[in-house]
C-alpha cells in the first residue's frame, strides 16, 4: 500500500506559506496550508497529514512554540519541523524540547531546502519502517518464534539521529510487548523475603491482601529492587519499571481480561470503533476529539488523540484478532467502553454505555484508571520523560503503579 505523503504548512505569511508549499509540491508531497496555530490544528484533526511545518511568529511572537507543545500533547507521533525568520537560539533551543524534529531560519532556507527534503525522507522512510516492524511484531507475537531479529532491528533504529521522539516512543512500545512476551529476567524471592516486602506494602497500600498472587509477588520483587542501593542504575531501574508494569498488567488482565476479549470478540467490534473514528479522515471523529480535549483538560488525564487514533485504527484493522497487549491500549479501552458517557457528533448524539462490563467503581475513577494506565507505559518508556533521572523515573512509575492496583482493586 503506497503511503500518503500529506504536508502541513503552517505560516501568516501567505506568500511565503505558498512559496514553501509549491517547492514541496514539486518534490511530490501533497501540501495543505494553515495561516495560523487554529487552523493549523483544524486541519490535523481534518486532514491528517503525516509532518507539520510551522513558523514561530504568528498571531504573537512565539505562537508557534505553543502550537508545537498543543501539537504533541495530543498527538506525540506527529513530527514537528519549525522554520522562523525572527526565532532566537533560546527559542530554538526550546522548539526541540518541546517536540520539534528540527529548526531552519527562513533567512538561510534556499542554502539548506536540500537538507529538508533529506529530513523529510528520513521522517518517511521511517514511517514505513515502523509500519513494516509493527507487522512483523504481530506477526511474531500471534505465532511465536525467535524475537532476536526484531528487536535488534529495532534496537537499532533506535540509534538512529534522525528518528523522531515520538516514533522512538513507538519503539520502545514494541520492545515492550517482545520484554513481555519473555517474561523479562525477574529476580525471585524466598518465602520470608517476600512476607517482608508484603508487610512493608501494606503499610501504604492496604488493598495489597486483594490483589493476586502473582501481582503481589511481582509488587515484592520490584519493592525490593526499588530499596536497593543500585536502583538508580540503567539495569536494576529497567526491572524496577518492568516489575512494577508486569504487576499492573496481571491485575488489569485478571479483572477486566475476559471483559476485554468479549468486547473484541462481539460482532458489534468494528461499529463500536467507528463511533469514535472517521474512516474518510483516517483520524478520530472530529466531535469526539473535541470532547476527548475537554475531558483531558477537565480531568487532567493522560489520554491524547494519537493514542486514542492509534487503537481504533487497530481494532478497526484486526477486528475480533485484535489483542490490546499493552498498557496504554487497555488505557484507551477502559476510557471508551469501561463507562457511561456520552458526545454529540454531526448526525446524532452517540451513548455509550459501559459495554465492557465494569462494575463498582464510578464513571470518573474510571477515567482515573483509564488515565494512570496510560501514564505508566509512558513512564516505562525511557524517551517519554527524558528530564527525570532513572531513580525519579521509577519513583514516578511506582507511583502509578501503585495508584492503578488501588483502583483496579476495587473492580469486580
Not at 484533526?45 to 505553543?66: K, S
Amino acid at each position: 500500500m503506497t503511503m500518503q505523503r500529506c504536508i502541513l504548512v503552517v505560516d501568516d505569511n501567505r506568500q511565503y506559506r505558498s512559496a514553501v508549499a509549491r517547492n514541496l509540491t514539486l518534490e511530490g508531497y501533497s501540501v495543505i496550508e494553515a495561516e495560523d496555530s487554529r487552523e493549523g490544528m483544524e486541519m490535523i484533526q481534518t486532514q491528517n497529514p503525516q509532518v507539520v511545518i510551522t513558523d514561530l511568529d504568528m498571531r504573537t511572537h512565539d505562537e508557534g512554540l505553543t502550537f508545537i507543545q498543543d501539537v504533541k500533547r495530543r498527538y506525540p507521533s506527529l513530527p514537528i519541523i519549525m522554520i522562523s525568520a525572527v526565532g532566537t537560539f533560546d527559542e530554538g533551543a526550546l522548539a526541540k524540547q518541546y517536540g520539534a524534529l528540527f529548526v531552519l531560519s527562513k533567512s538561510r532556507i534556499d542554502a539548506e531546502i536540500e537538507t529538508l527534503y533529506q529530513r523529510l525522507d528520513h521522517i518517511y522512510s521511517h514511517f514505513k519502517t515502523m509500519r513494516d516492524l509493527h507487522a512483523q511484531a504481530d506477526a511474531v507475537l500471534a505465532q511465536g518464534g525467535d524475537f532476536a531479529p526484531l528487536r535488534d532491528a529495532l534496537n537499532q533504529l533506535l540509534i538512529d539521529q534522525n528518528l523522531d521522539t515520538g516514533l522512538k516512543s513507538e519503539v520502545f512500545e514494541l520492545l515492550d510487548r517482545l520484554d513481555q512476551q519473555t517474561k523479562a529476567d525477574s529476580t525471585l524471592l524466598d518465602e520470608a523475603e517476600r512476607k517482608q516486602m508484603l508487610d512493608l506494602i501494606r503499610r501504604e497500600m492496604p488493598e495489597i491482601d486483594q490483589l493476586d498472587t502473582e501481582t503481589q509477588s511481582m509488587l515484592s520483587v520490584a519493592e525490593r529492587m526499588q530499596s536497593s542501593p543500585s536502583a538508580s542504575t540503567l539495569s536494576v531501574a529497567r526491572n524496577i519499571s518492568f516489575s512494577y508494569s508486569f504487576a499492573v498488567e496481571n491485575e488489569v488482565k485478571l479483572r477486566i481480561g475476559r471483559k476485554v476479549t468479549r468486547l473484541i470478540n462481539s460482532d458489534d467490534v468494528e461499529k463500536l470503533a467507528l463511533d469514535f473514528y472517521d474512516p474518510q479522515l483516517r483520524n478520530l471523529d472530529i466531535f469526539f476529539n473535541q470532547y476527548l480535549v475537554r475531558m483531558v483538560q477537565l480531568q487532567n488525564l493522560e489520554l491524547n488523540s494519537d493514542i486514542c487514533r492509534q487503537v481504533m485504527e487497530r481494532m478497526i484493522q484486526h477486528g475480533s484478532k485484535y489483542k490490546p497487549d499493552g498498557l496504554k491500549a487497555l488505557g484507551v479501552i477502559v476510557f471508551c467502553w469501561g463507562r457511561n458517557h456520552e458526545f454529540a457528533n454531526r448526525k446524532k448524539k452517540i451513548q455509550i454505555k459501559n459495554p465492557l462490563g465494569i462494575k463498582n467503581l464510578p464513571d470518573e475513577k474510571v477515567s482515573e484508571l483509564a488515565s494512570q494506565l496510560i501514564l505508566l507505559q509512558h513512564l516505562r518508556n525511557p524517551f517519554i520523560h527524558p528530564e527525570f533521572n532513572e531513580r525519579e523515573k521509577t519513583e514516578s512509575l511506582r507511583a502509578a503503579a501503585f495508584a492503578c492496583l488501588r483502583l483496579i482493586s476495587q473492580v469486580v
